[in-house]
């Protein structure tokens, strides 16, 4: 598929501003953070979620870093971000352990940069992206 110059700058930073998100949360999610082991704590699923949803979130990067796997990458970056999201508005609340609300800010970036890569690329996707119809240079 052929992305025009400025769909793939669009997506290109769409793809990096995610896996910094992403990447940034790994750290606390692989150290056992005391925030992020108070925040699964109170989901109540630490510490198999914490450490399952690091490994997933690994991959996404992973994807989203990798030309012929970056529309997975961000098809998975919105999932988890839905997730997150959906924590964030059902159990933690919008601020958690008194971060101002951070956490929750940089799920919904990650959600919408999740979105513009995922819409994109969407032709790109293993399946789904068939469904879409042949690529267009207006599209």
């Known amino acids: 598929m052929k992305l025009s110059q400025t769909q793939n700058r669009i997506a290109w930073a769409a793809q990096i501003l995610s896996a910094i998100i992403l990447g940034q949360t790994l750290f606390f999610k692989f150290t056992a953070a005391p925030e992020a082991v108070a925040l699964f704590t109170k989901l109540g699923v630490?510490?198999?979620?914490?450490?399952?949803?690091?490994?997933?979130?690994?991959?996404?990067?992973?994807?989203?870093?990798?030309?012929?796997?970056?529309?997975m990458g961000s098809a998975l970056t919105l999932?988890?971000?839905?997730?997150?999201?959906?924590?964030?508005?059902?159990?933690?609340?919008?601020?958690?352990?008194?971060?101002?609300?951070?956490?929750?800010?940089?799920?919904?970036?990650?959600?919408?940069?999740?979105?513009?890569?995922?819409?994109?690329?969407?032709?790109?996707?293993p399946i789904l992206g068939a469904k879409f119809g042949a690529p267009t240079l207006d599209s």
Do not use: N, Q, Y
């Open 46 to 71: 630490e510490p198999f979620g914490r450490i399952g949803l690091g490994v997933v979130e690994l991959i996404a990067v992973i994807l989203l870093l990798v030309p012929r796997t970056a529309a």
């Open 79 to 125: 999932g988890l971000m839905v997730g997150a999201i959906g924590s964030h508005l059902t159990k933690l609340g919008i601020e958690v352990e008194g971060d101002g609300g951070a956490l929750f800010t940089m799920a919904v970036i990650a959600f919408i940069t999740g979105f513009v890569g995922t819409w994109i690329r969407r032709r790109e996707l």
